[in-house]
């Protein structure tokens, strides 16, 4: 978790952007206004339970007691949800159709309605001699729920207009494949909206690609991707194997990578099957966080660094105080680091070191003994206090709790740059950076930056973090950074 900072108060420039515009790291999709609406049953659901047990009218007077109450609820929610799920009742398509929206919901609530007379009828018959409260019930749950449809067709009708359901794509390769792709995605543009097509430096520079101009070759698309939310890479060459060489190269790109392919007998085994329009492609990276793992993401975010921002500001006002006690300096000091799709933003740290404008900051440092480090600086950094800043960075967008650590463009691990030494270190860049990880709580800390097979080891742990990542799995890290990450031998 520690690195060297550099000249304080000197900054490169960001890259240019179309529009000031920025990567999202939450994206709408199909997927999350689905679970949004299974969430907004089960409130409506809570609501109506909420009504029988304070009945407003004579109508829906049960007699049940709050528990039994609670498990009719609570049983028919669950037939409901299993019901609706299976046939389907949770697709965007079903809600755009009122019609089909009230068939779905009948379809659901008939055999929740069942369960409820098998469990009186079994447990408290006399429930059942004045049943009218029971069927007032279920008309008041179905007049919510179709409400509720209604308030969502409107919601998805203005996500439509604004166009948040449709997928941003760009396409690697000018030939035949391209074209294919094109006119393939093309004839879907509620689904896709193709952005750019750019080619590799071997191909010829074709102007155009089924109508559609092309805009230059891969550091275009660097620039591109760096300033612009992207949802499909289509790596869109004459052979798959080409296709897979050219991944590296777009692994950093928080996207679906895909390569579409024209044999339909073709089913490998070693990726998933995705479509493209009337094509057919296997999706060889997938986006991390998509859909509702993003929003659950930046709530967590946002929740935690907020709380420990009041909970620390006491410790970080003394940390502030002793930097200005100690000597002449900024108390902070900004640092451009590369972070979500390679975008540099200013992280922020309590200034550890004293101030040097030459330093490059392309070396960490050497331990507790390295001479740059001031006195208070050994304190903050022993205690890990000199991170705390970083809860700004988090509030900002720019950072999450948790996530891989944003390391210096040209770190050097030994003599070799870090980006240099392993592989797949550009796909960090696809979720992120994080004031905590899993590789740092795990004691990648600075020991990441000793040596090459350390920094390996560190990536292989963020990238395990990235396709395994769980809300339990952040709170584990988070626990473990608080109990035996915060300081020792690791942390300087």
Same mark, same amino acid.
């Given at each position: 978790? *520690?690195?060297?900072?550099?000249? +304080?108060?000197?900054?490169?420039?960001?890259?240019?952007?179309?529009?000031?515009?920025?990567?999202?790291?939450?994206?709408?999709?199909?997927?999350?206004?689905?679970?949004?609406?299974? @969430?907004?049953?089960?409130?409506?659901?809570? /609501?109506?339970?909420?009504?029988?047990? =304070?009945?407003?009218?004579?109508?829906?007077?049960?007699?049940?007691?709050?528990?039994?109450?609670?498990? /009719?609820?609570?049983?028919?929610?669950?037939?409901?949800?299993?019901?609706?799920?299976?046939?389907?009742?949770?697709?965007v398509e079903r809600y755009a159709d009122p019609l089909a929206a009230f068939l779905f919901?009948?379809?659901?609530?008939?055999?929740?309605?069942?369960?409820?007379? @098998? #469990?009186?009828?079994?447990? #408290?018959?006399?429930?059942?001699?004045?049943?009218?409260?029971?069927?007032?019930?279920?008309?008041?749950?179905?007049?919510?729920?179709?409400?509720? *449809?209604?308030?969502?067709?409107?919601?998805?009708?203005?996500?439509? *207009?604004?166009?948040?359901?449709?997928?941003?794509v760009v396409v690697v390769g000018t030939g035949p494949v391209a074209e294919a792709a094109v006119r393939a995605l093309r004839e879907d543009p509620a689904a896709y909206e193709i952005r750019g097509i750019y080619r590799l430096e071997d191909e010829p520079r074709t102007e155009e690609v089924a109508g559609m101009p092309v805009r230059g070759d891969l550091a275009a698309l660097g620039e591109y991707a760096t300033a612009h939310t992207i949802d499909i890479v289509?790596?869109?060459?004459?052979?798959?194997?080409?296709? /897979? %060489?050219?991944?590296?190269? @777009?692994?950093?790109?928080?996207?679906?990578?895909?390569?579409?392919?024209?044999?339909?007998?073709?089913?490998?085994?070693?990726?998933?099957?995705?479509?493209?329009?009337?094509?057919?492609?296997?999706?060889?990276?997938?986006?991390?966080?998509?859909?509702?793992? %993003?929003?659950?993401?930046?709530?967590?975010? !946002?929740?935690?660094?907020?709380v420990a921002l009041i909970v620390l500001s006491p410790l970080m006002l003394l940390a502030a105080v002793a930097i200005r006690l100690e000597g002449p300096g900024p108390i902070l000091f900004r640092q451009r680091r590369p972070g979500f799709g390679r975008r540099p933003f200013s992280i922020y740290k309590f200034r550890t070191m004293k101030v040097n404008p030459h330093d490059d900051a392309t070396t960490g440092t050497t331990g507790p003994?390295?001479?740059?480090?001031?006195?208070?600086?050994? +304190?903050?950094?022993?205690?890990?206090?000199?991170?705390?800043?970083?809860?700004? =960075? +988090? #509030?900002?967008?720019?950072?999450? /709790?948790?996530?891989?650590?944003? !390391?210096?463009?040209?770190?050097?691990?030994?003599?070799?740059?870090?980006?240099?030494?392993? =592989?797949? !270190?550009?796909?960090?860049? *696809?979720?992120k950076p994080g004031l905590t990880g899993y590789a740092q709580a795990h004691g990648m800390r600075s020991y990441a930056l000793r040596s090459p097979e350390n920094a390996r080891r560190s990536i292989e742990m963020d990238l395990h973090y990235m396709t395994h990542w769980s809300l339990w799995m952040d709170l584990k890290i988070m626990l473990r950074t608080l109990l035996v990450g915060l300081a020792g031998r690791n942390v300087f």
């Open positions: 978790m *520690r690195d060297l900072p550099g000249p +304080v108060g000197v900054e490169p420039p960001a890259p240019a952007t179309e529009g000031g515009s920025t990567p999202s790291f939450v994206r709408w999709t199909q997927g999350m206004i689905n679970r949004l609406v299974g @969430v907004s049953d089960l409130v409506l659901f809570l /609501i109506a339970a909420a009504i029988l047990a =304070n009945p407003p009218v004579a109508l829906l007077e049960s007699g049940l007691q709050l528990p039994q109450m609670a498990v /009719i609820s609570l049983a028919e929610l669950l037939v409901y949800v299993s019901v609706h799920e299976r046939l389907g009742g949770y697709r919901l009948l379809a659901g609530l008939a055999p929740a309605l069942l369960v409820s007379l @098998v #469990l009186l009828w079994t447990f #408290l018959p006399s429930a059942l001699w004045q049943a009218q409260w029971l069927l007032g019930w279920h008309l008041l749950l179905l007049a919510l729920l179709m409400l509720g *449809r209604l308030l969502q067709r409107w919601l998805i009708g203005v996500a439509a *207009r604004r166009r948040l359901l449709r997928r941003r289509v790596l869109a060459l004459p052979q798959v194997s080409e296709a /897979i %060489g050219l991944m590296e190269a @777009v692994s950093w790109i928080a996207a679906d990578v895909v390569i579409p392919f024209e044999r339909p007998e073709t089913s490998p085994s070693f990726a998933a099957i995705m479509p493209l329009g009337r094509l057919r492609s296997l999706q060889v990276l997938s986006r991390p966080f998509k859909g509702t793992q %993003g929003l659950l993401k930046v709530m967590e975010d !946002y929740v935690v660094a907020s003994s390295d001479p740059r480090v001031t006195r208070v600086g050994s +304190v903050l950094r022993r205690l890990s206090i000199d991170e705390l800043p970083q809860l700004l =960075n +988090v #509030l900002k967008g720019e950072m999450s /709790i948790v996530g891989p650590r944003p !390391y210096v463009a040209n770190m050097l691990v030994g003599n070799e740059r870090f980006s240099d030494l392993v =592989n797949q !270190y550009a796909e960090r860049h *696809r979720i």
